[in-house]
């Protein structure tokens, strides 16, 4: 086993999630904001701000579980394994 090889594929994987849930939680936060704001200017347009905000997040943390996917994958199904002989 390449200590190496194995050594790059955990940092690929904590990277991938790492980033995964950063970028998740920036877009998140930049979402909520503008729905606060949007309920504070015009208080009457709630509902349609919630719902709008609610599928945003949805879609937010879809990336998040895109890249806990990818980690998955690379700890326990990389198709390189076999090329690295691990």
Request: with cysteine.
């Amino acid at each position: 086993m390449d200590k190496l090889s194995l050594a790059l594929i955990c940092i690929g994987a904590a990277l991938s999630i790492g980033l995964a849930g950063f970028g998740a939680g920036i877009g998140m936060g930049n979402g909520l904001r503008g729905a606060c704001d949007g309920v504070a200017r015009n208080p009457e347009a709630k509902g349609a701000i919630t719902t709008t905000m609610i599928l945003g997040m949805a879609l937010c943390e879809s990336i998040a579980i895109y890249g806990l996917v990818i980690a998955f994958i690379l700890l326990y199904a990389n198709p390189f394994k076999a090329a690295l002989g691990l």
